[in-house]
């Protein structure tokens, strides 16, 4: 829900992004308006996606279940906080490529695996 809360904030400081065409990332290209705020938020986000992560691991581990969805989930942290520091127009920006499908790929994963606990 935060995610998509700033997405939509960050559009509207942006003022011409298209949710539809754009990317994500140009939300907070560098000098850009919402550069600022889009970087703060991803901050904060990647901290409340590894509390997440963190949890989602200790769970697996608890119920006796697969952890590599848990373990693929820990992307998104990392993806949130590199977007913050290298953004759009940086040149380290693009080096995660598509990780974040690891995320994915561990619901994926995780429905196989877990299908037989359930």
């Known amino acids: ?33 919402g550069e600022i705020f889009i970087a703060t938020s991803f901050i904060v986000l990647s901290f409340f996606s590894l509390a997440f992560s963190i949890g989602f691991y200790k769970a697996s581990k608890q119920l006796n279940i697969s952890t590599t969805p ?18 759009l127009g940086n040149e380290f920006h693009g080096l995660l490529g598509s990780s974040p499908l690891l995320v994915i790929v561990g619901a994926i994963v995780g429905y196989f695996y877990w299908k037989q606990k359930v």
Not at 4 to 30: A, E, K, P
Not at 75 to 83: K, S, T, Y
């Open 70 to 87: 848990a373990l693929l989930s820990f992307i998104m942290p990392v993806a949130f906080l590199w977007a913050s520091i290298f953004p």
């Open 1 to 33: 829900f935060l995610f998509w809360l700033v997405t939509f904030i960050g559009g509207r400081i942006h003022g011409n992004y298209d949710h539809t065409r754009n990317v994500i990332s140009q939300l907070g290209t560098v000098g850009t308006k």
